[in-house]
């Protein structure tokens, strides 16, 4: 059985507050804070003081990976498992591979990417955490994890002071 994890959701109606009020907690030296939008906004990653993300990396490397395993691919297979010279060109034309370079490349990286994504999100899982219904609609929720000596009272009036609309305690 799985320990639920405390957390304390403020609902507020303009994107402005919620980021605003993201900052305010991070400087109360409250972590690993979430936010829940109807639609990406500017801006958000910074008031969480969110890290660059490691997906980038995957792409970069599995995509020059597959590009060099294409390469490869075309190199040995001109060069050595059916050599045919054509118009005095060398087997290995490195011209004539660009456009299979350039797939394999894409197609491992892309590849890679989606599992890299799949893999940072947690995903595929059985149980999603849907705090409130309307964070899909017109409301803006900022998710405040409570760690060991965080009051529920003094969160909740921090966060009724940083303007949040309504705030309640969910056992996650």
């Known amino acids: 059985m799985t320990k639920l994890t ?98 394999c490349g894409i197609l491992i990286g892309g590849i890679a990417t989606f599992i890299a994504v799949w893999r940072a999100c947690h995903m595929p899982t059985n149980t999603p955490k849907i705090y409130d219904e309307r964070f899909t609609d017109d409301k803006f929720g900022l998710i405040v994890p409570l760690r060991e000596g965080m009051k529920d009272n003094d969160v909740q009036a921090f966060l009724k002071g940083v303007g949040a609309d309504e705030v309640r305690r969910v056992d996650a």
């Not at 303009?14 to 829940?36: F, S």
């Open 6 to 103: 405390p957390v304390m959701v403020a609902v507020f109606s303009e994107p402005t507050d919620v980021l605003n009020a993201a900052e305010a907690a991070h400087k109360q030296g409250w972590r690993h804070l979430d936010i829940m939008t109807p639609y990406p906004i500017h801006g958000m990653e910074k008031a969480l003081h969110l890290k660059m993300s490691w997906v980038p990396w995957v792409t970069l490397v599995m995509g020059l990976g597959g590009a060099a395993l294409g390469f490869l691919f075309a190199s040995w297979t001109s060069a050595v498992a059916w050599p045919i010279n054509v118009g005095g060109k060398p087997l290995i034309s490195w011209p004539a591979f660009i456009p299979v370079v350039f797939e």
